[in-house]
């Protein structure tokens, strides 16, 4: 098998994962398990599996610094749990489509971070990507309806847009606290801080999960293995397998595969309904990223030293 299949099979495998993610713990909350629960629940696996692969694969080991330890377990900590948990809360109150395209976004979020922390100059193109991406989030927003699924998807798309913030704030802090990590490496001590505050929260509400009545092989629990083996621990797994292979560009493309595997799944298991904001909006976010790209491959290059390889969580 070539490299360039072994790539773009890899990188399928992992937007499967990822697309249907957010279908999955739609369909889990909040009858199954409610948002917390599914957090600290997620979290803690990861912590446990990334821990346990690093034992057996040496991508997933490295000499960090005291100080980028952490660094490392602040950022899990602090930004990285609650991400996590602001993103199933938005799961909870409105549908996987509104909060697909919300997340993806999160080019925006960097750019302007990026401007106030890192001195950044923009770009008419970025300007413009801001300028669309904000139209598409607004759309998501304010032209939603309550339906089925969507029980409150005003507060569901405003917490989406807070995780989008908070994955924005991942981004920025990764690049400016690490060189050159290796992600496998680096996801381990983010997982490890963020297992810290779940433990807490744990404590504080228990995980008592009506889940954990409906039977080992039920559908629900099904859903559940899902979640926690193939987009908690796979996904990342053939990500990176697939970025080896693939040119920077190919892996930007399929980037947009998640909206679409996000936006038929919903429809196919009736977790949204048509509609035609969703259409305009999807069209102002991906113009959105596509500046961004555009804008970011003209940026001159910055010698090889100081670009720091961020690890990306499943959004």
């Not at 099979?9 to 249907?20: E, R």
């Not at 409610?34 to 600290?40: I, V, Y």
């Not at 991942?170 to 496998?184: D, E, F, G, T």
Request: net charge positive; with cysteine; hydrophobic share 50%.
């Amino acid at each position: 098998m070539g490299n360039l299949l072994k790539g773009n099979l890899n990188m399928l495998a992992s937007k499967l994962t990822y697309g249907l993610d957010y279908n999955c713990i739609r369909y889990l909350q909040p009858r199954y398990v409610d948002a917390r629960g599914l957090a600290a629940l997620r979290i803690l696996w990861g912590a446990f599996s990334f821990w346990t692969i690093s034992i057996f694969y040496e991508g997933a080991r490295q000499k960090f610094t005291t100080k980028q330890k952490l660094s490392l377990l602040s950022l899990g900590c602090f930004v990285f749990f609650f991400y996590i948990v602001v993103l199933n809360l938005a799961l909870t109150y409105t549908s996987p489509i509104p909060v697909t395209l919300i997340m993806n976004i999160d080019p925006v979020w960097v750019f302007v971070m990026s401007i106030i922390f890192l001195g950044e100059k923009g770009t008419w193109m970025k300007y413009g990507g801001l300028a669309l991406g904000l139209a598409g989030a607004s759309l998501c927003i304010f032209f939603e309806h309550s339906h089925g699924q969507a029980t409150d998807p005003v507060k569901g798309d405003l917490f989406a847009l807070l995780a989008s913030i908070l994955f924005s704030i991942y981004i920025v802090w990764s690049h400016r606290a690490l060189q050159n990590a290796k992600p496998m490496a680096t996801l381990k001590w983010v997982f490890l801080g963020a297992a810290i505050p779940s433990i807490i929260m744990v404590c504080i509400w228990g995980l008592d999960m009506p889940i954990w009545r409906t039977g080992l092989f039920s559908d629900p629990m099904l859903v559940l293995y899902f979640v926690l083996l193939c987009s908690t621990t796979l996904g990342y797994i053939f990500f990176y397998a697939a970025v080896k292979y693939l040119k920077a560009t190919v892996v930007a493309v399929y980037g947009y595969l998640n909206l679409i595997i996000t936006a038929v799944a919903s429809y196919i298991l009736k977790q949204d309904v048509f509609s035609w904001w969703q259409v305009f909006s999807f069209i102002l976010i991906v113009a959105s990223i596509y500046l961004m790209e555009i804008a970011e491959r003209r940026k001159p290059k910055a010698p090889a030293t100081a670009q720091p390889q961020a690890p990306k969580p499943a959004k």
